[in-house]
């Protein structure tokens, strides 16, 4: 079993409003070579939780960070024409991350919380994650 010290937040950098499944970004990390999609978890406009990689599997979504983390990703975060990074989570999605947060946060009590973009030069999730679950 992995031990997990980090939950990892990221967007799928598609535009606001934009249907995109687990099977889409599936495809899109395999063009880029991985075996599977790097993510756990991803959450789709509605709300809904959708299973990505096996949490026992190490993910492929953020370098150097991978072994010991989980990663969950929101469908969005780019505006509509693709042009600049936005927080686009939905209101279900926001409702949705939190609670699928809560869960691993009691599965894996002693993992911290944190956005993509505190490991990378990125702007990924397009929200501060960090400050916005301190306190969970």
Not at 5 to 31: L, M, Y
Not at 91 to 101: M, R, W
Request: a positive charge; aromatic letters at 8%; glycine letters at 10%.
């Amino acid at each position: 079993m992995r031990k997990i010290t980090e939950i990892i937040v990221h967007c799928s950098a598609t535009p606001e409003g934009r249907h995109t499944t687990v099977g889409d970004i599936r495809a899109w990390h395999k063009q880029r070579g991985f075996k599977d999609i790097g993510y756990h978890y991803v959450i789709y406009l509605d709300g809904s939780i959708h299973a990505g990689r096996d949490e026992s599997a190490i993910g492929a979504h953020c370098t150097g960070h991978n072994r010991n983390s989980i990663g969950v990703c929101y469908v969005g975060g780019m505006t509509k024409d693709m042009k600049s990074a936005k927080d686009t989570r939905t209101e279900p999605q926001k409702k949705a991350l939190l609670q699928l947060l809560r869960q691993l946060k009691k599965k894996y009590p002693g993992a911290r919380i944190y956005g993509h973009r505190n490991f990378a030069a990125k702007a990924c999730p397009s929200f501060d994650a960090k400050k916005e679950y301190q306190n969970l």
